[in-house]
Nanobody
């Protein structure tokens, strides 16, 4: 079993910054890919940023140039630095890991979600 613990959400004014983190623990042999998704009220969950299995990064067009995904492999942790936030970024943010366990099976895990609210 794997647990994901998110932190770093909150209320911020437009133009402000926040940094989200998500730490994975448990039965982890390796992590195939990891990323961040978000879901705004009345909308479907969407990809924000992702480390692919090959190690490259993908970003939603709406966050390119403002958000940066990074990771600490030793800590099984992924981060999302969000700069120049706008009200359109208001959503619940979820981290997502595809974890390979010691039996070479891959499972998908989601964090509990953290609220990001951008408002003056």
């Amino acid at each position: 079993q794997v647990q994901l613990v998110e932190s770093g959400g909150g209320l911020v004014q437009p133009g402000g910054s926040l940094r989200l983190s998500c730490a994975a623990s448990g039965s982890i042999f390796s992590i195939r890919d990891m990323g961040w998704y978000r879901q705004a009220p009345g909308k479907e969950r969407e990809l924000v940023a992702l480390f692919t299995a090959g190690g490259s990064t993908n970003y939603a067009d709406s966050v390119k140039g403002r958000f940066t995904i990074s990771r600490d492999n030793a800590k099984n942790t992924v981060y999302l630095q969000m700069n120049n936030l706008s009200p359109e970024d208001t959503a619940v943010y979820y981290c997502n890991f595809h974890v390979i366990n010691w039996f070479s099976r891959t499972y998908t895990y989601w964090g509990q979600g953290t609220q990001v609210t951008v408002s003056s």
